[in-house]
């Protein structure tokens, strides 16, 4: 696999990112590489529009040494960027109305739940949040040819690459746990998630009825979102 890429990087915590970007960034230096006009060819590719892929492309097009002309491009099929690490504090009490700010312990919980986190904030347009310069790709990935430094899409056109960076996040499959997605959809089912949208008020609301008794958290031993 090592002609996966001259540069391959599979992103997860903060501190993978950055040391990531800065490395890419010096490579893509000493390339003197340069894009070609018919867009079929990227100098750094990043798959996946996440927080770490769009946090890698702005790194890199803040860099000084960037050499004039290269072309950072993400590639991603959503139109909305969807900035997961809110859904945190949606289902952590923070955006909840019935929650009285004056009941707050800390000055710091009192502010978090004065900016009243909404899941429907925590998504944008990817226009209006993709670093100025950077390419957005509207498909999916359908294959990968790692010794011609090839990617196919979806739509069948196939793009090359100098430096391919990974950043594709982690799906969770509810249907590994037999029950767990109907438990999930079930509204009157205690049982919910803060790694879904539409399932993060629904850990708000079990927690704010909850008035005493056994409460199971699970964490899974697996990478997981945010780690």
């Not at 040391?19 to 010096?26: D, R």
């Not at 004056?102 to 919980?109: G, K, L, N, P």
């Not at 790694?195 to 699970?218: L, N, P």
Request: proline letters at 5%.
């Amino acid at each position: 696999m090592a002609g996966f890429a001259r540069f391959g990087a599979v992103l997860g915590g903060s501190a993978v990112w950055v040391a990531g970007a800065v490395t890419l960034s010096q490579q893509l230096t000493k390339s003197n590489c340069k894009a070609n006009e018919q867009g079929d060819h990227h100098n750094v590719l990043i798959i996946g529009g996440g927080t770490s892929g769009l946090a890698v492309a702005g790194q890199l097009m803040r860099h000084s040494n960037r050499p004039a002309g290269s072309q950072v491009s993400v590639v991603d099929p959503s139109h909305l960027h969807a900035y997961q690490p809110m859904w945190t504090m949606v289902g952590g009490w923070v955006s909840s109305p019935q929650n009285n700010i004056r009941d707050c312990c800390t000055d710091f919980e009192r502010d978090c739940r004065s900016l009243g986190f909404k899941k429907e904030n925590s998504c944008k347009p990817m226009a209006d949040v993709i670093p100025k310069g950077v390419n957005h790709l509207s498909e999916g990935v359908k294959d990968f040819v790692p010794d011609k430094n090839q990617v196919v899409l979806q739509n069948g056109k196939t793009i090359t690459y100098d430096y391919l960076v990974m950043a594709t996040g982690i799906k969770p499959d509810w249907e590994k746990i037999e029950g767990l997605k109907e438990a999930l959809d079930d509204p009157k089912c205690p049982v919910a998630s803060i790694y879904d949208f539409h399932h993060s008020e629904k850990v708000d609301r079990i927690m704010s009825e909850f008035k005493g008794g056994v409460a199971i958290f699970t964490q899974p031993a697996c990478p997981i979102k945010c780690g």
